[in-house]
């Protein structure tokens, strides 16, 4: 196994190649440095998978016909735990190819025939550097929309409980009653197996339920006796 060091300022992005020819390694270690990217050489297939298990990578690019085990046989190990990683598979020849059906179910991106040229090899590379920066951009877009999301249901459910004090000091008989009838009609929602979606909505219609008071005047909200009609 080798392992690149940096050599120019790079871009960011993390690729391990793995290739059972050292040969292989050592051109695409000067190529791919070359060219910006944090580089990682093994050529043992089952140190690979070992690796990626414990580092980050973004983009592997992985040679087909290797010992002990295929390049088919070590995807099918890392998708077991990562299902992000950006794969692009090598081979020798493209009749060497594993079935499209293969490449298919293992989410592998894309394959290339290995050249002396790394002219096309370098398209697909900044290709699927594209693509993976647009999904972390996505991810992290939706990390913060989740994250306004909680910070509104806060807020939300804080004003909720200011409500429910509202209402309790109004009327110190019926305290904690919204309480109870927000537990019991979770409970009743999971023994009917209601969605997290409607307990949830039940949760919040218990706690909410006695609003009304809050515009009852104590006159009669506190009244011991029969109201007059």
Do not use: W
């Amino acid at each position: 196994m080798r392992k690149g060091n940096l050599e120019h300022p790079s871009n960011g992005y993390k690729i391990i190649v793995v290739d059972d020819e050292e040969g292989i390694i050592d051109s695409l270690s000067i190529f791919l440095k070359r060219s910006g990217y944090e580089f990682t050489g093994v050529t043992d297939p089952l140190e690979a998978i070992e690796r990626v298990k414990n580092e980050h990578f973004d983009l592997m690019l992985l040679d087909f016909i290797m010992t002990p085990i295929h390049g088919d046989q070590v995807v099918e190990e890392i998708r077991k735990f990562n299902k992000e990683l950006y794969i692009l598979l090598l081979t020798g020849h493209k009749d060497l190819a594993p079935p499209l059906e293969t490449i298919r179910r293992l989410d592998i991106q894309g394959y290339c025939e290995k050249s002396d040229k790394f002219d096309q090899l370098l398209l697909l590379i900044e290709s699927g550097i594209k693509a993976i920066s647009q999904m972390n951009m996505i991810k992290e877009m939706n990390d913060k929309l989740k994250d306004t999301y909680n910070q509104l249901e806060r807020a939300y459910m804080e004003s909720i409980q200011t409500l429910r004090y509202t209402v309790e000091a109004k009327d110190t008989y019926t305290r904690g009653h919204s309480d109870r009838v927000s537990e019991y009609s979770v409970l009743i929602g999971k023994y009917l197996g209601l969605s997290a979606t409607d307990l949830k909505i039940l949760q919040i219609g218990g706690l909410f339920h006695d609003v009304g008071k809050i515009g009852v005047p104590d006159s009669i909200l506190l009244k011991e006796r029969k109201v007059d009609r």
